[in-house]
């Protein structure tokens, strides 16, 4: 385990992590996805540290930043960690294919933002 990690760390893990859930779906349907062992276990993987390091994030910035769904990114994980034997494969292809483009997007400006990029 790291120490000294700022909030900084955590926000780029979620960055990294939704990158990586996009690029191992892409160029894949649905079944192809649901079918493919190694990439729903990465993409669910990826979606847990989301939700992981979007808990490590102040509260305060959560605050100040209200138009990033933070509560949901925090619950999916649970979702996954908890309830891994009934996880919706649809609900986290949906949630890669519509969702983590707009999240990406806006933590990458929030990072932007906060680092002073």
Do not use: C, Q
Not at 13 to 42: P, Q
Not at 97 to 115: G, Q
Request: no cysteine.
């Amino acid at each position: 385990m790291k120490e000294g990690r700022e909030y900084i760390d955590y926000l780029r893990d979620i960055l990294d992590a939704a990158e990586k859930a996009e690029r191992f779906i892409e160029g894949m349907d649905f079944d192809t996805f649901s079918s493919d062992d190694k990439t729903v276990f990465a993409v669910v993987r990826a979606l847990e540290i989301v939700g992981e390091a979007t808990k490590k994030i102040p509260d305060s910035l959560k605050e100040s930043y209200k138009g990033l769904p933070w509560r949901e990114m925090a619950g999916l994980r649970d979702k996954l960690i908890h309830d891994y034997i009934s996880v919706n494969l649809e609900v986290v292809w949906k949630t890669v294919k519509n969702d983590l483009p707009t999240l990406r997007d806006k933590v990458s400006s929030l990072l932007a933002t906060e680092s002073g990029d």
